[in-house]
Each structure stands twice: as structure tokens, then as C-alpha cells.
């Protein structure tokens, strides 16, 4: 049995998914991305499918933990960090647990004269 420690994280960008895996030196032992759509329903407005996100992060997860199969990663996670776009906004039913609508990318303009 290997006592190998490792901590992850998820980097999920404005465009892409990425899931990395570090040793306890911080020296990346692999990773995996993903990118994934970008929608533009009208001129200024950028939106992303939560359940296209979501699944690029299992995605993500799965195929960098099978590249890095011969370092016990499986056994030897301790954490996994996230680091996303914060202004970017999607709201999920209470009841169903889906997203009632696709996420707000920051770069969205549709409230600029709200904010104004």
C-alpha cells in the first residue's frame, strides 16, 4: 500500500474544464481538459449549459485519475480545491436539483444598465 498524498483541483474557466493533480511537492502528476460550449442567444449576451459543465468536470476527474493510475491517486486524495469565474451565475431548483436556466457568463452585457 503506497502513502503517496496528492490534492487536486478543479479550474473551471470561462471556456474550458480543467482537473489537475498535484504530489505533496506540488509538482503536477497529471491532468485532463475539457472545453465546452459557449452560447450567444443576442448581440452582448453569453451564456454556458450547467449540465454541460457539470459533466466536463466528472469528465475532467475521471480521465486525469486513469492517466495517473500508476501513482495510487485513488488511495491517496486528500482534497480537491475549485477555483471558477465568480460573476458568472446559475440558479438550480431546490426540488429537481437541474439549473431552471443555462448560466450567465461574467462577460454577459443583458443588466449593464442595472449596474450602471
Excluded at 449549459?49 to 457539470?54: A, G, N, Q, R, V
Excluded at 492517466?67 to 446559475?90: F, Q
Excluded at 426540488?95 to 462577460?107: D, E, H, K
Aim: glycine share 6%.
Amino acid at each position: 500500500m503506497s502513502n503517496e498524498t496528492f490534492i487536486a483541483s478543479i479550474d473551471q474557466g470561462t471556456t474550458s474544464t480543467r482537473f489537475l493533480i498535484y504530489d505533496k511537492s506540488a509538482r503536477v502528476i497529471d491532468s485532463h481538459q475539457i472545453e465546452f460550449t459557449q452560447f450567444y442567444p443576442e448581440a452582448g449576451w453569453v451564456e454556458h449549459d450547467p449540465m454541460e459543465i457539470l459533466e466536463s468536470v466528472k469528465s475532467c476527474m475521471k480521465k486525469a485519475l486513469d492517466k495517473a493510475n500508476g501513482h495510487n491517486v485513488d488511495s491517496g486524495l486528500k482534497a480537491i480545491g475549485l477555483t471558477n469565474p465568480r460573476e458568472t451565475t446559475v440558479v438550480w431548483s431546490k426540488s429537481t436539483g437541474c439549473p431552471l436556466y443555462n448560466a450567465i457568463v461574467w462577460m454577459d452585457i443583458r443588466t449593464s444598465s442595472i449596474c450602471r
